[in-house]
T-cell receptor, first 115, second 115 residues
Framework: GAGVSQTPSNKVTEKGKYVELRCDPI?????LYWYRQSLGQGPEFLIY????????DSGLPNDRFFAVRPEGSVSTLKIQRTERGDSAVYLC?????????????FGPGTRLTVL | AQSVTQLDSQVPVFEEAPVELRCNYS??????LFWYVQYPNQGLQLLLK??????LVKSINGFEAEFNKSQTSFHLRKPSVHISDTAEYFC?????????????FGKGTRLHILP
């Protein structure tokens, strides 16, 4: 079956612009996660959705970052007034229930470059 | 809070030789432990996990890891590596008391298989 998909695969933007990154989870998975992976680092947790609601957004670095999942399926990560330090690969993962003993399935990521 | 340390950023090893990728964690509570693998140009995949029970866990492709509570370690081993094992390996931890807890990743170890 189809895995987690993310669009676009690459996004180049200028400092100060607004960007949206999209994640399509595996059908039927209630849990959805966003991570950020900077060069030479492991994935860093940003936010976790259980259904439509954000169950844990403690990883969002500041109020320029926001994510939604209005119908409990597709999610969009939104970054306002982008900065060069936001450049990274943004990963999305989904899980059947969100409980930690369930495997998280990762998408290929969106590489964001802020010039 | 939990943290993960992967001391080796890169590990070169000859084909058919054994390998150990080191992982140490820090936590004040009981944990779940994971190894994820990222093959070139692919997304992260779960390799193996320790949740409870036997401290030695194995993957389908010959890797194994042993949970050592006294040494707070979860090292990954394989007795004989193949070119196809070339990838980046991430150790990760989560608090087991909170079934919805986020996963904290290490910085990763890049495994180079030499012919």
């Amino acid at each position: 079956g189809a895995g987690v998909s993310q669009t676009p695969s690459n996004k180049v933007t200028e400092k100060g612009k607004y960007v949206e990154l999209r994640c399509d989870p595996i059908s039927g998975h209630t849990a959805l996660y966003w991570y950020r992976q900077s060069l030479g680092q492991g994935p860093e947790f940003l936010i976790y959705f259980q259904g439509t609601g954000a169950a844990d957004d403690s990883g969002l670095p500041n109020d320029r970052f926001f994510a939604v999942r209005p119908e409990g399926s597709v999610s969009t990560l939104k970054i306002q007034r982008t900065e060069r330090g936001d450049s990274a690969v943004y990963l999305c993962a989904s899980s059947p229930t969100g409980q930690i003993n369930n495997e998280q399935f990762f998408g290929p990521g969106t590489r964001l470059t802020v010039l | 809070a939990q943290s993960v340390t992967q001391l080796d950023s890169q590990v070169p090893v000859f084909e058919e030789a054994p390998v150990e990728l080191r992982c140490n964690y820090s936590s004040s509570v009981s944990v779940y432990l994971f190894w994820y693998v990222q093959y070139p140009n692919q997304g992260l995949q779960l390799l193996l996990k320790y949740l409870s029970g036997s401290t030695l866990v194995k993957s389908i492709n010959g890797f194994e890891a042993e949970f050592n509570k006294s040494q707070t370690s979860f090292h990954l081993r394989k007795p004989s590596v193949h070119i196809s094992d070339t990838a980046e390996y991430f150790c990760a931890v989560s608090a087991s008391w909170n079934r919805d807890d986020k996963i904290i990743f290490g910085k990763g170890t890049r495994l180079h298989i030499l012919p």
